[in-house]
């Protein structure tokens, strides 16, 4: 058990749709990040927040959103979902102190875009 | 850019085989290097954390080695089990917590198969 939990487990939209996928950290982590992994394909960094801003972005368009909360618990938003967004959503936890520090996976959302 | 890959993409041992799976990366500017595990549609596990200082970390039948200067890590898994076969991923953080500095870089995996 890595202590990070991601809701729902699965999900079906309609191209155009717009979703909301939820992350909480494990306790005491400060940083959350969103990793967008395609079928047989690494995990590919969308962003991520520390301290509730963001502080790094990957290679996605701005439909892609984010919150991190006080409670640093994380939402990922895509808006006018497309077919090509159907993709297993990784989150991770991580507490940032200065350095490199091992970043913990939840067991991610299963999206699938109809 | 960095890139980030992974030999061989797929991996068949019999069980009690000794086996090393491969990661290179072509910017050697790294906080850390992990190495996961990850089951058929499931999140990662995290395996091995190596920090850029160190060359080597040890988890039961898991040692992971890092050659920053040469842009290597071995995964190195004795003993195999059935137990053992899943998809390994390696991923290396960039120095930084800012920008995408601050993400970790993905190979595509080994995907490793242990038979009776």
């Known amino acids: 058990e890595t202590g990070v939990t991601q809701s729902p487990t699965h999900l079906i939209k309609t191209r155009g749709q717009q979703v909301t996928l939820r992350c909480s950290s494990q306790?005491?982590?400060?940083?959350v990040s969103w990793y967008q992994q395609a079928l047989g394909q690494g995990p590919q960094f969308i962003f991520q927040?520390?301290?509730?801003?963001?502080?790094g972005r990957g290679n996605f368009p701005p439909r892609f959103s984010g919150l991190q909360f006080p409670n640093y618990s994380s939402e990922l938003n895509v808006n006018a979902l497309e077919l090509d967004d159907s993709a297993l959503y990784l989150c991770?936890?991580?507490?940032?102190?200065?350095?490199?520090?091992?970043?913990?996976f939840g067991q991610g959302t299963r999206l699938t875009v109809v | 850019k960095q890139e980030v890959t992974q030999i061989p993409a797929a991996l068949s041992v019999p069980e009690g085989e000794n086996l090393v799976l491969n990661c290179s990366f072509t910017?050697?500017?790294?906080?850390?290097l992990q190495w996961f595990r990850q089951d058929p549609g499931k999140g990662l596990t995290s395996l091995l954390l190596?920090?850029?200082?160190?060359r080597e970390q040890t988890s039961g039948r898991l040692n992971a080695s890092l050659d920053k200067s040469s842009g290597r890590s071995t995964l190195y898994i004795a003993a195999s089990q059935p137990g053992d076969s899943a998809t390994y991923l390696c991923?290396?953080?960039?120095?930084?917590?800012?920008?995408?500095?601050?993400?970790?870089?993905f190979g595509t995996g080994t995907r490793l198969q242990v038979t009776l």
């Open positions: 306790s005491g982590h400060n940083t």
């Open positions: 190596i920090q850029s200082s160190q």
């Open positions: 927040y520390y301290r509730e801003e963001e502080n």
């Open positions: 991770a936890s991580s507490l940032f102190r200065g350095g490199g520090t091992e970043a913990f």
């Open positions: 910017d050697s500017a790294i906080y850390n």
């Open positions: 991923a290396v953080k960039g120095a930084g917590n800012t920008g995408t500095a601050s993400k970790l870089t």
